[in-house]
């Protein structure tokens, strides 16, 4: 039967790969890597990086595919909805075209398929179809939050407290939750900004695991100015950005035992 390995190639630094990723890539009879706009060449060439260190099997056969583009009109919903059948269409294609019944198709995942990545239900849009059998195997990826606590030198959670793990978008319509710790992802709208609290603290990192991660932290309310403005001049340098940080407000005194 074919087989999908969704591989996770860690958040930026090819060093990340684990030795059972370096030992997934080298099954995989054909690797798809996407690529699309500054972001993503910057992203494919980490992938094409790795390809370069870590592939030795002479055989495999790299393809790449132009990621289609996310509608921008309409409800949210329906846009990421039609982005991801588009997108299980050219997997299914390339499992019906490019691999043969009982080979290997992998696909490189920016730090771990189960965080912010829509990889797994995308394949499970494939699978529903039903044109073509397949089964899967998940290699675990280091993620942006694990680069971002090893490049801080802290831990993510206070002892017995939760964090919750949330996106720019939701934190900037208010603290979510009940858990005393934010980690946030996805933040195009830099919403540490929103956040009123006076003890906050922040853990903030762009760029992690590459040549240009910027690490910065200390009191939100002293920093959230800095970071706006070096994430801006980042961003104008290097034409993308991606970062990631942690929020930490004071918890109770039973919480924080
Ligand atoms: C679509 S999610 C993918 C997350 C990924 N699966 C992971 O395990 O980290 C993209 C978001 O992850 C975060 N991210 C990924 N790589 C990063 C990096 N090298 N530096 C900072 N943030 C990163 C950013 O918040 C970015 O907006």
Known sequence: MRKILVIG??????????????????????????????????????????????????????????????????????????????????????????????????????GDPMLYDSTLRIIEHVRTAGNVTFETEVIPGITSVQALCAGHGIALNRIGLPVEITTGRRLSEGWPGTARDALVMLDGVQAFRTVDDPEAEIWWGAYLGTPHEILLSGRLADMAETITETRRKAREEHGWIMDTYLIRRPASEEGAA
């Not at 990340?16 to 060449?41: C, F, S, W, Y």
């Not at 075209?97 to 009982?102: K, L, P, Q, R, S």
């Open 9 to 110: 190639i860690g958040a930026g630094n090819p060093e990340h790969m684990t030795v059972q990723a370096i030992g997934a890539l080298n099954r995989a009879d054909v690797l798809l890597i996407p690529t699309k706009g500054d972001e993503k060449a910057y992203l494919a060439a980490v992938r094409r990086d790795i390809c370069d260190r870590f592939l030795t099997n002479a055989d495999c056969r790299i393809l790449d595919y132009s990621v289609p583009v996310r509608r921008a009109d309409g409800a949210y919903a329906d846009g990421v909805h039609d982005w991801h059948r588009a997108i299980a269409a050219i997997y299914e294609r390339t499992l019906l075209g490019e691999v043969g019944e009982d080979q290997t198709l992998g696909l490189l995942v920016w």
